[in-house]
């Protein structure tokens, strides 16, 4: 039967109708895909109704079975719709937007929210009756895998959306949606030999087929993926200095041009100011209220570290309309509608397209408004990031998300939470897991391990006896019967593994936020710091708090928040090469580039300005110091390696010890012997040839494993987060997550553990398909070697980038000994 | 490596003790036995050739001072008795000519009974010899005629390098007030300590200890 002429859809547009609505052209298709049968994707911009492309096709689903669906039940009929969604205040407002329509179209259904806040009450009420709708997070999806009984919850369920499905994909959150989705697959299947619809809603970006492979991976069931054909409009404005000599060459703070940003504020109802890091956000309060004194009591900072109170409060207040400006950060990248927010600014490089345009679509939320974002530069070659974003943006030149695969820690935390349920029957277990998108390429030895890491312990040559933690009961399943560990690991399911947190209070009472521990380790009482645009005197640490007073002292540190660095994408890096084509021969419209011109003469004058298909070298002589600049502009992850990798091979041509520094656009090498360098070297050092070998040769890949086995031993159950403020009990059970790492590396080599944090330094840390990309795209091109006499517009600020490395090939005895003659001893 | 302290010549092992030769004495700290086992029962995958690797670095040690008595300022037992302790009880039969005193430390929770059926005297809060006090937390010394030698923190040092560098060792630590002993089992974690400018630390690299 045709989508309009069925019952259900009758009703919801009937419903629509007498709303003065009617629905939009993907929204309908959403709905006939989905009444055929199909799984899918649904991509549409943010403000067009993608909740109702899919929410509705139930509804009309529903209305076209029997009237016993939707009326009075005798009989629980159980959840018919599973709701993903990655944040707990979009599942507020989705709620609420559901239970309004089922009370429109006057029916009996319920719509429950699982996620960390729900109480118990509410959980024991869901498990007697399971409302129709449930809006739940990953984290709580498993959390129920955890339950006894749970097939029975999804008797009569016909679908699965994961809401933000881009956000989720690149990450290990993403690998936890896939396990429960072969689970709750599989238990459908079981029950009813029917294949259960998968849904996404994504924003764009530059994989869409992939992300629909990954959710629904399954190759003999129908999926397809449903694009609106709608465009929201973004107008972008650079914040341009009245002249090219006030903008720094070098810095990210962008102070210098707040004073331009006053009259957009004073215009706009309400601004959101995003700035990169929490630190920068802290100065920028500041700045602003020196420079407009008027603000108080109207603008406000919100970032991760600031209290979930005052963060609740602080939205409730943009939502109100009583804000005139927010000063955030990626906090405010997602989340719900802000109604009165017309104007967003971004200070410094967004990094990428994507998060660019996210930000902006946070200002002009409804369907045909339009989104405003200002672009304010940091520094002078920033002006050329800007006309590179409009373009990028204006071509939908959207980055991919790559999602995770392999992730062992996820998978043995998974195997976990089965057995703590009603335990797991490992062959068809495996024919699941395998069958997802993160784990097909599994080899069956490799999930040996996984079985072995969480019943014997691991491989025998070990020897882990008195090992407890799932064993097999006499029907053959794979169960955990200590109530501790199940316990524990309850406590802990989940992926997202945060740096070691105290909460800051005020000697008087309240909380102000959250603090690294590392940071507060450091103060002395009497030091002062900012936090939540507050200047804050530290008096002393109890009770795993930090008790702060406050001051009028005038000075204090910002501290510097861990994090926070992204690179620069590769779409943004490939338009921005071409930027620099455009800036000298005034091939463009782009007035940031006009701006930008007189530098690009001085550094033409001096050097030169490499094209897209040249490779800039500069090597500057200052003092008694040689430096080597190279511009592949891949963003600073892949200069980190590339600058050791180069370091390495000069190394291996004469002995030398390097500096090294990066930033998004190139590095440095610096030494206080001249550095061999000519076309020929230059080819041969940017060689992708034997590539994996020389870069294990260069970086201390073992530190960087080291640091990332951290979050692998916490999601693998190794290491217990402790909770900010909670006491940790079974200190007898707890040891660091590098000490781990060690036990491990001596004497259990074969820990797979062990090799996951390896795979994700090359292939994340590292992004070694990107550099691998970087290095060929050089081979083909012309490499410009020039001798400048001082340093560049470009060079600059590399030069000023405090962050720095050594490299040298010295053995670990005499490094030592070298370090120790320059050691500065202090604790942490 | 050798010190004079106290008057009293010291050896430090870079197999993390010290040795007393005018005493024959062999000191240690935070053994941690059992700590590995009972990790495992806790659901926690830690490989047992741990404990064994322990052993191995304390019979080596035994082998080369040939002491007469070896002295573990606290944290000899990690936890309760458990197979890794069974397997002490095996190794230590072979060395019955040495004696094995404890210094009680806030992990060491065997019953009595328990440590005489090992053969471990037991002192506590402290055991004292010479110019020296071995306890295992030192603050807890109120003399101040002797200098305590101490365990329980588990001390690190950190070097750093320019450019970033930076490496932890396990040290010992001679400060003006009292020492303190680096943990024994490589099983166990690192605390900086805060130090002072007259204070001596000697690190423990792979290879050798070295001042700082």
């Given at each position: 039967m045709e989508l309009e002429q069925t019952k259900g859809y009758k009703k919801i547009n009937a419903w629509l109708k007498s709303g003065k609505r009617q629905p939009f052209v993907f929204q309908k298709e959403a709905w006939r895909y989905y009444l055929e049968g199909y799984s899918g994707i649904v991509n549409a911009p943010t403000g067009f109704g993608k909740t109702f492309s899919l929410f509705l096709a139930i509804l009309i689903e529903a209305f076209n079975e029997e009237e016993s669906a939707v009326k009075k039940k005798k009989t629980k009929q159980g959840t018919r719709l599973i709701w993903i969604t990655p944040l707990r205040s979009l599942a507020k407002d989705i709620g609420r937007a559901m239970a309004e329509t089922f009370e429109a179209l006057n029916m009996d259904w319920k719509v429950g929210v699982r996620n960390g806040d729900t109480t118990q009450a509410e959980k024991a009420k869901q498990k007697r009756t399971m409302p129709e709708v449930l809006l739940i997070t990953p984290e709580s999806l498993h959390l129920m895998l955890a339950q006894k009984e749970t097939p029975e919850i999804f008797k009569n369920l016909k679908c699965i959306v994961a809401d933000e499905w881009h956000e989720l994909l690149g990450s290990k959150r993403g690998v936890l949606v896939e396990l429960a989705l072969s689970r709750i697959k599989g238990i459908v299947k079981e029950n009813r030999d029917e294949d259960l619809r998968i849904w996404g809603i994504s924003a764009t970006i530059g994989n869409l087929e992939e992300a629909l492979e990954v959710l629904q991976p399954l190759t003999n069931v129908k999926k397809t993926i449903v694009k609106a054909d709608l465009q929201k409009k973004t107008i972008i404005t650079s914040v341009l200095p009245d002249t090219i000599e006030t903008l720094p060459w070098a810095g990210h703070m962008?102070?210098?041009?707040?004073?331009?940003l006053l009259p957009i504020i004073e215009k706009s109802k309400t601004t959101l100011l995003f700035t990169n890091t929490r630190g920068q956000s802290e100065l920028w309060y500041q700045h602003l209220l020196n420079l407009e004194p008027d603000l108080a009591g109207l603008i406000a900072i919100h970032h991760g570290s600031i209290d979930f109170e005052l963060r609740n409060w602080i939205e409730d207040a943009i939502h109100k309309g009583s804000l005139k400006v927010v000063i955030c950060t990626s906090s405010l990248d997602l989340g719900v509608d802000f109604k009165p927010v017309d104007t967003v600014v971004q200070v410094g490089?967004?990094?990428?397209v994507a998060r660019f345009l996210q930000r902006a679509g946070r200002s002009g939320h409804s369907p045909h408004d339009t989104s405003q974002i200002y672009f304010l530069p940091t520094h002078a070659l920033e002006l050329v990031e800007a006309a590179a974003i409009k373009e990028a943006a204006a071509a939908n030149n959207i980055e991919t998300r790559e999602p995770f695969i392999l992730c062992y820690d996820v998978l043995v935390q998974y195997l976990v939470t089965l057995a703590i349920g009603d335990g797991f029957d490992d062959h068809k277990i495996y024919r699941e897991v395998s069958a997802t998108h993160a784990f097909k390429e599994m080899l069956p030895e490799e999930w040996g391990w996984c079985l072995q890491f969480i019943t014997t312990g691991g491989s025998t040559l070990g020897a882990y006896d008195e090992f407890q933690k799932v064993s097999k009961d006499e029907d053959g399943l794979w169960k955990v019967t200590n109530r501790q560990v199940a316990m524990r690991h309850r406590l802990h399911i989940g992926v997202i593994v945060s740096d070691a947190m105290m909460k800051v209070k005020f000697l008087s009472g309240g909380y102000i936020g959250m603090m690294e521990e590392y940071f507060i380790s450091r103060l002395n009482p009497g030091d002062c710091f900012t936090l939540a645009g507050r200047i804050l005197e530290f008096v002393q640490v109890k009770d795993m708090t930090a008790i702060v007073k406050k001051t009028k002292k005038k000075s204090a540190v910002t501290p510097s928040w861990n994090g926070g660095r992204l690179p620069l994408s590769a779409n943004l890096g490939a338009v921005l090469r071409k930027k620099y084509n455009e800036t000298l021969n005034k091939t463009h419209n782009d007035i940031e580039l006009d701006a930008v011109y007189p530098l690009f003469l001085l550094q033409q004058k001096i050097s030169h300005v490499p094209t897209d298909t040249e490779l800039l070298i500069e090597l500057i002589k200052n003092k008694n110091e040689y430096h080597l600049f190279a511009y592949p502009f891949e963003g600073r992850l892949v200069h980190e390696v590339l600058a050791a990798l180069v370091a390495y091979r000069l190394g291996k041509l004469l002995p030398i010890t390097f500096s090294i520094a990066m930033n998004d656009y190139g590095f440095e090498l610096m030494s206080e012997t001249e550095i061999p360098m000519d076309d020929s070297i230059a080819y041969d050092v940017f060689s992708p040839e034997n590539l994996e070998q020389d870069i294990a040769q260069s970086i201390n890949a073992t530190e960087m494993a080291r640091r990332k086995f951290r979050d692998i031993a916490c999601i693998a159950g190794l290491v217990f987060q402790g909770f900010p403020g909670k006491f940790v009990a079974n200190r007898h059970l707890q040891a660091s997550a590098g000490l781990f790492f060690n036990v491990f590396a001596d004497y259990d080599k074969h820990n797979l553990l062990l090799r996951q944090a390896y795979d994700e330094v090359f292939h994340y840390q590292l992004e070694e398909p990107r550099l691998v990309a970087a290095l060929q795209r050089i081979q083909q091109s012309r490499i410009v070697i020039t001798n400048p006499r001082s340093f560049t517009p470009l060079s600059f600020p590399i030069k000023v980038d405090s962050m720095r490395e050594t490299m040298s090939s010295e053995a670990l005895e005499q490094r030592i000994e070298r370090m120790k003659a320059e050691a500065t001893r202090f604790s942490d | 490596m050798k010190i004079t302290t106290h008057d009293t010549e010291i050896i430090l092992d870079k197999d993390r003790a010290i040795y007393l030769p005018a005493h024959r004495l062999l000191v240690l700290s935070?053994?941690?036995?059992g700590k590995s086992a009972h990790f495992r029962r806790g659901g926690l995958p830690v490989p047992s050739c741990i404990a064994q690797a322990d052993l191995l670095r304390l019979t080596n040690l035994l082998e080369l001072y040939t002491p007469e008595t070896l002295l573990i300022t606290g944290d000899m037992f990690h936890h309760g008795l458990n197979s890794d302790i069974e397997e002490f009880a095996q190794w230590k039969?072979?060395?019955?000519?040495v004696k094995f005193v404890l210094v009680k430390g806030n992990h060491d929770l065997l019953k009595d009974a328990d440590y005489k059926k090992l053969g471990i005297e037991v002192h506590e809060p402290s055991y004292c010899l010479g110019p020296f006090c071995f306890i295992h937390d030192a603050p807890k010394y109120d003399g101040a005629e002797l200098y305590p030698i101490s365990g329980h923190i588990h001390p690190g040092v950190t070097l750093t390098g320019a450019a970033r560098q930076r490496m932890k060792f396990p040290c010992f630590y001679f400060g003006a007030k009292y020492a303190v002993l680096p943990a024994f089992s490589v099983f166990t974690g690192l605390a900086n300590l805060p130090m002072s400018k007259n204070d001596r630390v000697f690190a423990i690299t792979p290879g050798k200890v070295m001042e700082v």
């Open positions: 962008g102070l210098k041009l707040a004073y331009k490089s967004p990094k990428g | 935070d053994l941690h036995l039969q072979q060395y019955s000519a």
